[in-house]
C-alpha cells in the first residue's frame, strides 16, 4: 500500500484524519474521550490498516528467522504470538515486528512505512534456504482491539496476535524498575485481526452490528503509553538499542545463537549499560495544549526558579517520543532520557513550533519566529539507570565514543 493511500473509514461521519505516521487513518471519530473509554473497555476497535503487513512461507522459514533476529522463533506453535527485532551490525533496532505463524506460513506485522524495506532487506537473505517472502500490505488490513474480536467477521484471515507485553518471554530479562505485578502494563492487553483489505468497511460495520464502535488512533496511543509500550514509528531512533526501551522482556532471546547486533545486546546486558532510559512523564495540564512529539526534555538545577529565558536556553537531557491526553491521568508521555539524569529531577518540556498567523518575509534568511512552550513533567521510571551490569567493566555508558 502507498504511503499516500487513505483508509476508506476516513470518510464515516466526524472522522478527523490522524497526523505524522498514522495521517492514512482517522484519530479520532468526533469523540476523542468517549472512544478512549470505550476501547479501554473492549468495546471498541482501531483502524490500523496503514500498518504494514510481510509474509514469509516455506519449510525453513521460522529456523531462518530465528538466525536473522534477536527472538527465538524456529519451534514457535502455530497460533502462538511473539515479537522480534532486526538489528544493525551495532546492535541498533532497524525493524520490529509482531509475529505469528499459522502452521504454513509466519505473519510480520509492522509500522507502515517498514513493509517494503522489511521484506526487501528478507529477500537479500534469502541465499538458498527455502523462503518465500511477501509484502501483503495491498491485500491484508489490519484493525487493533483490547480483547479478542468475535469469530466469523466477513474477510478474516486465519490468524490473530496478541501482544505479549509486558510478560517476560523464554531467554528475557526485565529492566523495569518495577516488579511484573506492579508494572503497569499487567493490565494492557491488545490484538491484531487481519482482514482481507477490500472487506474492512464489511468486517467493521459487522462489528458495530454487535456492539462495538469504531475509535480512532488516539484512543490506542493514550493507552499503549499508560502500559510503557514502545513503539517502533515513536519510540525508536537511529541510535536505539533494545536495553533502553526494555524491549528485553519481549523481543529479544538472550539465550539463542549469533544473530546481527547480538554482540552490542550481549555486552551492553553483561558488561554495562543502556546509555539512555526509558521514562514515563505525567504532564502539566493547565496548558490547553500538548507537547509534539519530539520536544526537548529539560533537568534544570531550580525548577522554581527557571524562567522562560533561561529554560529557552536551558541543555537538553532528552526527548519526548510520545504524548497523549489520557482519559484518567489526564496528559501523558513517554521519553528518552540520558541515563544519568537524576531519577528524582522535576523535570521541564521545551515545545518549539512556529508562530501561528505570522507572516514569513521574502528574505532567504526570514521565517517565522518560534514559539516556545513549557511544560512541568513528573517522571515515573520505566528503564531503572542501574539496569545492566558492571562486573569486569570500567564505569562509562557501552557505545560512548572515546572523549
Known amino acids: 500500500m502507498s504511503t499516500e493511500s487513505t483508509s476508506p473509514l476516513l470518510a464515516r461521519e466526524g472522522a478527523v484524519a490522524a497526523g505524522g505516521v498514522d495521517a492514512a487513518v482517522a484519530a479520532h471519530y468526533g469523540d476523542p474521550t468517549g472512544e478512549q473509554r470505550a476501547l479501554d473497555q473492549g468495546r471498541a476497535v482501531v483502524d490500523l490498516s496503514h500498518r504494514a503487513v510481510v509474509t514469509v512461507t516455506g519449510p525453513d522459514r521460522l529456523s531462518w528467522l530465528t538466525t536473522l533476529s534477536s527472538q527465538q522463533v524456529a519451534s514457535l506453535p502455530a497460533g502462538q504470538s511473539t515479537e522480534l527485532l532486526l538489528l544493525d551490525v551495532s546492535g541498533r533496532i532497524e525493524h520490529d515486528a509482531a509475529v505469528v505463524d499459522d502452521g504454513e506460513t509466519a505473519w510480520l506485522i509492522t509500522e507502515g512505512g517498514h513493509g517494503a524495506q522489511l521484506a526487501s532487506w528478507l529477500e537479500s537473505m534469502k541465499f538458498m534456504l527455502r523462503v518465500e517472502i511477501a509484502d501483503r500490505t495491498g491485500e491484508v488490513a489490519v484493525l487493533g482491539s483490547t480483547t479478542a474480536l468475535p469469530q466469523g467477521l466477513p474477510g478474516e484471515l486465519p490468524v490473530r496476535w496478541e501482544d505479549p507485553w509486558p510478560r517476560l518471554g523464554p531467554g528475557a530479562a526485565s529492566y523495569a524498575a518495577v516488579d511484573e505485578v506492579d508494572h503497569p502494563g499487567s493490565d494492557w492487553s491488545w490484538h491484531l485481526t487481519l482482514v482481507e483489505r477490500p472487506r474492512l468497511t464489511d468486517v467493521v460495520d459487522a462489528l458495530e452490528v454487535q456492539g462495538l464502535r469504531l475509535a480512532g488512533v488516539l484512543a490506542a496511543e493514550a493507552l499503549r503509553i499508560a502500559s510503557w509500550r514502545p513503539r517502533l514509528a515513536s519510540e525508536v531512533d537511529e541510535k536505539a538499542i533494545p536495553h533502553e526501551l526494555d524491549l528485553i522482556r519481549t523481543a529479544v532471546h538472550l539465550e539463542k545463537g549469533c544473530y546481527r547486533g547480538q554482540e552490542t545486546v550481549a555486552r551492553v546486558h553483561n558488561l554495562g549499560h543502556p546509555p539512555r532510559r526509558l521514562v514515563f512523564l505525567h504532564l502539566d495540564g493547565s496548558e490547553h495544549t500538548l507537547p509534539a512529539a519530539g520536544s526537548a526534555v529539560l533537568a534544570p538545577a531550580d525548577v522554581d526558579a527557571a524562567t522562560a529565558e533561561s529554560l529557552s536556553s536551558e541543555r537538553s537531557v532528552g526527548t519526548v517520543t510520545s504524548v497523549a491526553r489520557h482519559h484518567e491521568m489526564g496528559p501523558i508521555a ?23 498567523g505570522e507572516d514569513v518575509g521574502e528574505g532567504a534568511g526570514d521565517a517565522a519566529a518560534p514559539v516556545q512552550t513549557f511544560y512541568a513533567a513528573a517522571q515515573e521510571l520505566i528503564v531503572r539507570p542501574d539496569a545492566g551490569k558492571t562486573v569486569g567493566r570500567p564505569q562509562g555508558d557501552f557505545l560512548r565514543g572515546p572523549r
Open 334 to 356: 513517554l521519553a528518552l532520557l540520558k541515563r544519568r539524569v537524576d531519577p528524582e529531577a522535576r523535570l521541564v518540556v521545551r515545545d518549539t513550533s512556529q508562530a501561528e
